[in-house]
């Protein structure tokens, strides 16, 4: 266990001599601040590394995981992630992404009460009951499985755009796309879900705010 642990220390040096090789000066400039284009809204499964999938160094895209990349508007800790990323950082792309063989979405199908997590999971199942018929319409297990990963991510774009951070900063002009991405774990391939908010989410007007 202590070797274990003892490892990430050593990985973390290692990692250091490589970027100084690379260029003297990397820290001081990571040190001076940050840019990112992008707000990255992912799953906490270790499987699903941002930075990895995307090929992106540090600097250039803003984090934020949860279970099932969930996007709650009673959530202050999202909700703080995405007022900075956009009104401060002025990122230009919010990707949601959720990945296949998600143990969140596997859970909200079920009926076992877990304990603490049952709150969390419930609002996963209100993405499955919203998307209920599409979902359990698909022929085997598997491919309800996958399709409701999809149309949680789906929902979940869907609350961004109802949010007032992403409506203010579009009714200001700025630059800000909203995306929905699957990452499959089998092939390590990012697919875009392709989400028009205006088309696929017919109860928008409800949540508009005036310009």
């Given at each position: 266990?202590?070797?274990?642990?003892?490892?990430?220390?050593?990985?973390?040096?290692?990692?250091?001599?490589?970027?100084?090789?690379?260029?003297?000066d990397y820290f001081k400039?990571?040190?001076?601040?940050?840019?990112?284009?992008?707000?990255?809204?992912?799953?906490?499964?270790?499987?699903?590394?941002?930075?990895?999938?995307?090929?992106?160094?540090?600097?250039?895209?803003?984090?934020?995981?949860?279970?099932?990349?969930?996007?709650?508007?009673?959530?202050?800790?999202?909700?703080?992630?995405?007022?900075?990323?956009?009104?401060?950082?002025?990122?230009?792309?919010?990707i949601v992404c959720g990945?296949?063989?998600?143990?969140?979405?596997?859970?909200?199908?079920?009926?076992?009460?877990?304990?603490?997590?049952?709150?969390?999971?419930?609002?996963?199942?209100?993405?499955?009951?919203?998307?209920?018929?599409?979902?359990?319409?698909?022929?085997?297990?598997?491919?309800?499985?996958?399709?409701?990963?999809?149309?949680?991510?789906?929902?979940?774009?869907?609350?961004?755009?109802?949010?007032?951070?992403?409506?203010?900063?579009?009714?200001?002009?700025?630059?800000?796309?909203?995306?929905?991405?699957?990452?499959?774990?089998?092939?390590?391939?990012?697919?875009?879900?392709?989400?028009?908010?205006?088309?696929?989410?017919?109860?928008?007007?409800?949540?508009?705010?005036?310009?």
């Amino acid at each position: 266990m202590q070797q274990s642990y003892a490892r990430l220390f050593e990985n973390n040096r290692k990692w250091v001599s490589d970027k100084l090789n690379l260029d003297p000066d990397y820290f001081k400039k990571m040190a001076e601040g940050q840019k990112p284009k992008y707000l990255f809204i992912g799953c906490s499964d270790s499987r699903v590394p941002a930075n990895e999938i995307t090929g992106t160094e540090p600097g250039e895209m803003f984090v934020h995981r949860n279970i099932a990349n969930m996007v709650v508007h009673t959530d202050m800790n999202l909700m703080s992630v995405l007022q900075y990323a956009v009104q401060v950082l002025k990122v230009e792309h919010v990707i949601v992404c959720g990945h296949y063989g998600c143990g969140g979405v596997a859970a909200a199908m079920g009926n076992k009460s877990l304990g603490l997590i049952d709150a969390w999971l419930r609002n996963i199942k209100d993405s499955y009951s919203k998307n209920r018929d599409y979902v359990e319409a698909a022929e085997s297990d598997d491919a309800r499985f996958r399709r409701l990963v999809e149309s949680n991510v789906k929902e979940q774009v869907f609350n961004l755009h109802m949010t007032s951070i992403v409506q203010m900063a579009k009714n200001a002009g700025q630059d800000l796309q909203v995306h929905g991405w699957v990452y499959d774990l089998h092939d390590g391939l990012l697919n875009d879900l392709e989400i028009d908010h205006e088309k696929h989410f017919t109860d928008f007007d409800l949540y508009e705010f005036d310009k």
